[in-house]
DNA sequence: TTAGGGTTAG
């Protein structure tokens, strides 16, 4: 029966206005008032004056609770009418309240029954797991043992076995239910089951499992989801088998269950099977089932059918928002992702710590320090990074996207528990924004707190690419070292990432010495090789191995082509960069990206064809973005052509006209024709925009530590014995008859301080810093004018 | 009228 069914009549007696008052005070909507005025009018029945509502007249009222605000009005009515001090009646109230999210409502209502029986005790232990309170439910089952006087019985136990936190208060608690004689029957049995198998002790659950006196689905669900969520896949699908030989159904919760393993295991036909049995027995309406299925597609990349199970779901829950926000962002369209969780704001639908952790990579990517600091702020407020290391992680990674490391450290140092992805995202950070040194600096301090915390691949991967960045060789092998003693060496990445390091260092023999110890099957290893080989001009050893590649039946990707490509520009290969930029469209049926166009560009661009380079660009089938009109402008200045570099920096300053990099090229290219008015021009154009360039740098590693120098740099601690060392090499290169070459001094100044700006050059500071140290050989610096 | 087993993350 419906609580409408008990409206009498329309006008409001004194009494129901009471109710009506005190439900609005409590916080319940107008809209509620039909039900106000329906349990008012059961109190005022004309004929029988004296007669309260019976708590069966009730019932219908506790059904009618669909929302939160619904139970704040019965509570009410449960007021007014006298029967709030029945206790099955106001447990009951309790109960509806944790059913709504609202456990501190529960505990109101709990404090306020004063003859509490088991029923209530039950209640609030339950109301506080549903709703996560965990230390909570542990309190108020030690009272209800200590000092209610009453004895626990078996609804008591599942809820309490479902809060505990580790293995060992689980053991207490299978203790304490042998001791009071209960049977692990079902409901017991099974949390038991599932309790030991959630922290991993799987013998221990399957031995219980086996010896159950009886078994339910409940129970086989319990045993398939410990192996599931400890990744035994094959365990189980067996127990599934074993399963449905004992004519056992699957039901929602064991679809939920192997779900996400289809993801994991890339079992794309399982996933479709599980789907076409969902439908097939009536499981489509369930809020986890279709949740389970959406994050599934998600993870296959099949957004369509994610957004299609979505839009069709009847009752939706913030799982199924924040996996949508999180389908998008780890898809690659940050865009869409950030329209969802807006549509999250107007339907009115709180975020939760998840969704955050979702959005915090889409602020990162949207490159506005303001809101990323909104965003931050938003969760300090709500003491989340206290709760959870996996946001705080989020927000370091967050800053470290937009380009602020100093707050990303300042988070990582407030992190009150730092857990190894903590540690990795603070390395990677720095590698990603260039602070190789700092990277460095952190993955020591890392290895400092080795009890604590365990490197995995990803500490490997981000500590190997800062090394290879400062091409710190001798830091780089200590790191292989590290990876051999842990066993990595045989995985990919980890392998791909030494091939890069030893590639990047200039020890390509290394290389591919590496190359060939890691499996090879995938085109990962393969765009590193042939990309460090691109780096250092050997375009034919890049080709040729492009083609081992092949051979090796591995099928290249969009980056095997970016790699390939730039070690024939780097090559001066036109003709066969050429061929395969026309390959990868014909043969691979790959359409080409602004990656593979900025290739050619820089290809033809470097060779001296710059009208075919313009050609090409006007050629291609989106606008070109500021690195294709980059690549040209840096043409143009190899090849001093100043008419193309005033078209390329035109269409540059386009699309970007933030990047002060763009500025200096073109006023180069103005510097060296000698033609000085272009160039203050153009630095006034910079200046006045408020742009400024960020510095080259240079590194060196002495004995094993990384030192880091700018032009002109004056702050390193040994900077006199530098300047000595580099006065005394650069008058003994002169007296061998070194010509300092003034037309790479892009600025109008006279001969003797284009002098000094040549020799405090950073990579020359880097050099006459190492030879302070350890007595370098002049050599060197003669070396490296000749590349300069 | 209280109970077990389920979906999202860095």
Redesign the pocket.
């Known amino acids: 029966m419906h609580f409408n069914h008990l409206r009498l009549g329309s006008s409001l007696s004194s009494k129901s206005l009471h109710v009506f008052k005190l439900s609005r005070a409590i916080g319940c909507s107008r809209r509620f008032l039909p039900l106000s005025t329906a349990a008012a009018t059961l109190k005022t029945d004309p004929h029988q004056p004296e007669k309260r509502p019976c708590l069966i007249d009730f019932?219908p009222l506790?059904h009618s609770c669909t929302q939160a605000s619904h139970v704040k009005c019965l509570h009410a009515i449960l007021v007014v009418s006298g029967r709030f001090t029945s206790n099955?009646a106001s447990?009951?109230l309790l109960?509806l309240y944790a059913h709504h999210g609202d456990a501190c409502s529960s505990l109101s209502v709990f404090d306020q029954i004063k003859a509490k029986d088991?029923?209530t005790w039950?209640?609030m232990v339950?109301a506080y797991?549903?709703n996560g309170y965990l230390n909570e439910a542990t309190k108020i089952f030690r009272q209800f043992v200590l000092t209610s006087g009453l004895r626990p019985?078996?609804?008591t136990f599942?809820?309490v076995?479902?809060s505990c936190k580790d293995v060992n208060s689980g053991k207490k608690l299978h203790c304490c239910v042998y001791k009071m004689g209960f049977q692990p029957?079902?409901?017991?049995?099974?949390?038991l089951v599932?309790m030991y198998a959630?922290f991993g002790f799987l013998d221990i659950a399957r031995k219980m499992f086996d010896e159950m006196p009886r078994r339910?689905?409940?129970?086989?669900?319990?045993m398939i989801?410990g192996y599931?969520?400890n990744g035994d896949n094959d365990a189980a699908m067996s127990m599934l088998d074993s399963m449905r030989l004992e004519g056992m159904k699957m039901?929602?919760?064991?679809?939920?269950?192997l779900?996400?393993i289809c993801a994991q295991t890339n079992d794309l036909t399982s996933g479709l099977l599980i789907h076409l049995y969902v439908v097939k027995h009536g499981?489509e309406f369930?809020?986890?089932?279709n949740?389970?299925l959406l994050?599934m597609y998600a993870?296959f990349g099949l957004l369509g059918i994610a957004q299609q199970i979505f839009d069709e779901m009847r009752e939706r829950?913030?799982?199924?928002w924040?996996?949508m926000v999180?389908a998008y962002e780890?898809n690659d369209d940050p865009s869409t992702a950030l329209q969802f969780f807006m549509k999250m704001q107007e339907n009115k639908i709180k975020s939760?710590?998840?969704t955050l952790?979702?959005l915090a990579?889409i602020v990162g990517g949207m490159g506005d320090i303001s809101n990323g600091k909104s965003l931050h702020s938003f969760i300090v407020r709500r003491d989340w990074m206290i709760l959870?290391?996996?946001?705080?992680?989020?927000v370091m990674?967050m800053y470290a996207k937009l380009g602020f490391m100093d707050y990303a450290d300042r988070v990582f140092e407030q992190l009150p528990v730092r857990?190894v992805?903590?540690w990795n995202?603070l390395i990677s950070g720095y590698a990603q924004n260039g602070l190789a040194n700092e990277a460095i600096v952190t993955y020591e301090k890392m290895k400092k707190h080795e009890e604590e915390v365990i490197p995995n691949h990803g500490t490997w991967v981000s500590a190997l690419s800062a090394y290879s960045n400062v091409g710190s060789v001798k830091q780089g092998m200590k790191v292989h070292a590290a990876v051999i003693k842990n066993s990595l060496f045989s995985d990919v990445y980890v392998g791909t990432c030494l091939v890069d390091m030893y590639g990047k260092c200039g020890r390509i023999e290394d290389a591919m010495k590496m190359f060939y110890h890691i499996p090879r099957d995938t085109s990962v290893p393969w765009n590193a090789v042939i990309s460090c080989h691109g780096m250092h001009g050997h375009g034919k050893e890049a080709l040729t191995l492009f083609e081992n590649m092949q051979v090796e039946g591995v099928r290249p990707d969009h980056i095997t082509f970016v790699a390939l490509l730039s070690a024939c520009s780097h090559s001066g290969m036109v003709d066969e960069g050429w061929r395969w930029f026309r390959s990868m469209q014909e043969d691979f049926s790959m359409k080409p990206s602004l990656k593979h166009f900025g290739c050619m560009v820089d290809l033809l661009g470097r060779a001296g064809h710059l009208e075919k380079a313009y050609g090409l660009i006007m050629s291609m089938p989106f606008p070109p973005d500021s690195s294709i009109w980059g690549a040209l402008l840096g043409a143009c200045k190899i090849h001093g052509n100043v008419e193309m570099g005033a078209i390329a920096s035109k269409q540059l300053f386009n699309v970007d006209s933030e990047n002060a990099g763009y500025y200096v090229l073109l006023s180069n290219i103005y510097a060296n024709v000698g033609r000085w008015e272009g160039v203050k021009v153009i630095r006034s154009l910079a200046r006045d925009r408020g742009l400024k360039k960020i510095p080259g740098w240079s590194s060196i590693e002495v004995d094993g530590k990384v030192d880091v120098f700018y032009m002109g740099n004056r702050s390193h601690p040994r900077f006199d014995q530098i300047h000595n060392e580099l006065r005394e090499l650069t008058a003994k290169i002169k007296s061998i008859g070194y010509v300092p070459n003034h037309k790479d001094v892009l600025q109008d100044v006279e001969d003797d301080e284009k002098d000094d700006i040549l020799a405090t050059h950073s990579e020359r500071l880097a050099i006459a810093f190492g030879s302070s140290m350890l007595q370098m050989i002049p050599r060197a610096l003669l070396m490296h004018d000749q590349a300069f």
């Open positions: 019932e506790f099955f447990t009951r109960n088991s029923y039950n209640s339950s797991v549903r019985d078996v609804y599942p809820p076995i479902k029957d079902v409901f017991v049995g099974a949390s599932h959630r339910d689905l409940g129970s086989w669900n319990a989801s599931c969520q039901d929602s919760v064991t679809v939920c269950s779900l996400p499981l369930d809020v986890y089932v949740n389970a994050n993870k829950d913030l799982v199924s924040n996996s999180a780890q939760d710590i998840l952790v979702s990579p959870n290391v996996a946001l705080g992680n989020a990674d857990d992805i903590s995202t």
